[in-house]
């Protein structure tokens, strides 16, 4: 059994009301009431592995209390969306949640109050579960608790976006900005275009460490995901309430595509079909060229991204695309001519409105990283604010919604200690205290403004994290602590208490070494998470470029 001050992350109130105990065991029955019964399975069958109790249906208890010896769900509609109450008392177990995912969200909290076992895939033979006699009431701050997994970078598996799925649903995370193409790699199938994953999804080296390093992994990377991969990845996420946002990268971070179908590209001044998929890190100068048929095939790829993944969201990148090709491309200063634009960064402007308007056609809304802000932001459009707070506080001023993940603060890439063990070290030293003391909303927006911040994200990219066990080193535990702050009310940063997250943080390794995952000890590395000799990018202040 957990005790009550060992939560994460932390719940609004926690009400204790004895020093009693709810012992389940082999007659525990579990019962679901109308409109929450998807939780109801989710956590039978989650208990039922961990506990080796049957948990069998049960009928439902008289109102306002659960059937003697049962855990019950309970929809309650004065609660808010997403929000839960749970009271364990005289041998019973009630969850009240305002909709499925409040009801999800409390069987969550009701595993962690089981203790770290109740986090196993199998019966240990541990033949005693007790539950504290307890009430408490939670909701989510946030809307959008969200990350950022990069999987164009350095694959992911299908199995390991399911089990970040599963470790992102333990900790009340809801929205999996899924990033499926960059210079590096092309993840996604597009049956229109079968050569971007043919030629797109691999490259025929990958650097090792960052891109100053002289070391190379010399063997083809990559992989993708089939449709039905997609729907599948889908699915679960949204059987545990989690959205999954897709973003195919334009106009920028597109080197993959244009390898794949050369004609992408700024062929007047280039020769496109000798490009490959990227095989190093950083921003790659080829970039989309700004005509008819590039607004097509990416309309033709949005098409059948649509049919798969049913956010209102999508993202489109719009970061870090350099103007040096459409500086010289005839084709491209045509355009600019054509249209009445100032320069290229209102080319940029024009291409992301287009999609932001043929989005909104169907029902959907673009988002994208804040550069979509220089040249005039399209109506219709959301900003993922990453290089700080300035996007941010633009975009929600000028009555745009925001995602705050500035690059400073949830960047998981980034160094997690300045020693030299720190494996790869890149970017800004940003430990678990940086992360807990992460606001997203900046104190000088009004509440109105305030408003348009419709959440947060933390980033994983992953240029260099070669294997899941790196994602989990870089990921942990510094992804509890967002959590937390995505989820709860806390106090301003200079006054949250560090300490008591600390403490908390002890109990809640159990779980994550229950869950196999690979994360950072508060003592540093393990030897064998170190990378001796793997050039990173150590920086004291100065921003790094991703």
């Known amino acids: 059994m957990t005790s009550l001050t060992e939560l994460i992350p932390a719940p609004l109130s926690v009400q204790p009301y004895s020093e009693q105990v709810f012992v389940l065991d082999e007659d525990t029955t579990l019962t679901a009431g109308p409109g929450v019964g998807s939780a109801e399975r989710w956590l039978r069958t989650t208990l039922q592995a961990a506990t080796g109790l049957p948990l069998r249906q049960g009928e439902p208890g008289p109102p306002g209390r659960a059937a003697l010896n049962s855990i019950e769900l309970r929809h309650d509609h004065t609660l808010p969306p997403g929000s839960y109450r749970i009271t364990v008392r005289d041998h019973r177990a009630l969850i009240k949640s305002g909709d499925e995912a409040g009801a999800f969200h409390g069987a969550q909290t009701l595993r962690q109050l089981l203790g770290p076992d109740a986090f196993r895939r199998a019966h240990l033979g541990r033949t005693e579960w007790e539950l504290p006699e307890v009430e408490i009431q939670d909701a989510p701050r946030f809307r959008w608790r969200g990350l950022m997994l990069d999987v164009a970078r350095h694959f992911l598996p299908k199995d390991q976006v399911l089990r970040y799925l599963d470790l992102m649903a333990a900790h009340k995370l809801n929205v999996l900005h899924f990033h499926l193409t960059d210079d590096q790699g092309w993840r996604v199938e597009i049956k229109k275009y079968p050569r971007l994953t043919e030629a797109g999804s691999w490259r025929a080296r990958t650097k090792f460490g960052h891109r100053a390093s ?46 794949a179908y050369p004609e992408l590209g700024n062929t007047d001044i280039i020769d496109t079909t000798s490009l490959t998929v990227w095989d190093n890190w950083g921003i790659s100068a080829n970039v989309l060229a700004p005509t008819d ?4 095939f990416y309309e033709g790829v949005f098409e059948e991204l649509l049919d ?33 634009l100032a320069d290229e960064d209102e080319l940029q402007a024009w291409f992301i409105a287009h999609f932001d308007e043929w989005l909104s056609e169907r029902g959907r809304r673009l988002i994208g990283w804040d550069e979509i802000l220089e040249g005039g932001l399209a109506k219709g459009a959301a900003v993922s604010s990453w290089r700080g707070y300035a996007g941010g506080i633009a975009a929600a001023r000028s009555g745009h919604d925001v995602v705050m993940c500035p690059e400073q603060y949830v960047y998981l890439d980034h160094r997690q200690a300045a020693g030299e063990e720190e ?4 970017g800004y030293v940003r430990t678990l205290e940086d992360v807990y003391r992460f606001e997203p909303v900046p104190a000088d927006l009004t509440p109105q403004e305030a408003a348009h911040v419709i959440g947060t994200q933390a980033n994983v990219w992953t240029e260099v994290m070669e294997n899941p066990a790196r994602v989990d080193y870089q990921a942990f535990p510094r992804l509890s602590a967002f959590a937390e702050v995505a989820w709860s009310r806390l106090p301003a940063p200079d006054q949250r208490d560090f300490a008591d997250f600390e403490r ?7 779980r994550l070494d229950a869950l196999g995952v690979s994360y950072r000890p508060p003592a540093g590395p393990h030897p064998w998470q170190r990378r001796p000799g793997v050039l990173g990018r150590p920086l004291d202040g100065a921003p790094p470029n991703r």
């Open 308 to 340: 798969l993944f049913p956010s209102e969201f999508i993202h489109v990148g719009g970061d870090e695309c350099p103007k040096d090709q459409w500086r010289q491309s005839p084709t491209a200063q045509a355009r600019i001519r054509e249209l009445g």
């Open 214 to 259: 002289e070391l190379w992994e010399e063997k083809p990377h990559g992989g993708h995901y089939t449709q039905d991969d997609i729907r599948e990845i889908v699915a679960y996420a949204a059987e545990r309430h989690i959205t999954v946002v897709p973003e195919i990268d334009v106009p920028g971070h597109s080197q993959a595509a244009i390898a």
């Open 504 to 510: 908390r943080m002890t109990a809640h390794y159990a």
């Open 293 to 296: 048929n590039t607004l097509r």
């Open 423 to 426: 494996p790869v070290p890149i």
